[in-house]
């Protein structure tokens, strides 16, 4: 009786050569089909699109692509926080941090 991998259709068989010659099977799940996320929250972006060149497949705002609008708006309004001094950088969120970084310097 052969284990679960080799009759899963999730697991992928992949055979290697390995250093001493002789040649061996592997078994390596494979990666889902799962769209681009938000950096920040995680949930799906749904404007960008795996089809088409790169500048029609995300949006053109600032971390288009890469943040969902939500978290997008948080880290501009807290960017523009930081930049009239209302705020200092170590005051931000640092989940947000390294995003209003980007948009400061
Ligand atoms: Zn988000």
Not at 67 to 72: G, V
Request: glycine share 10%; aromatic share 6%.
């Amino acid at each position: 009786m052969k284990g679960t991998k080799t009759r899963s259709t999730s697991a992928r068989l992949v055979k290697r050569r390995v250093p001493s010659g002789e040649s061996r099977e592997y078994y390596y799940h494979r990666k889902g089909k799962g769209g681009a996320s938000c950096a920040i929250c995680k949930c799906a972006l749904r404007a960008v699109t795996r089809k088409g060149p790169k500048s029609s497949k995300r949006p053109g705002r600032i971390f288009g692509g890469m943040l969902c609008p939500t978290c997008q708006s948080i880290v501009v309004v807290e960017a523009t926080r930081v930049k009239d001094k209302a705020k200092t950088l170590e005051d931000v969120d640092i989940i947000y941090r390294s995003y209003v970084q980007g948009i400061v310097k």
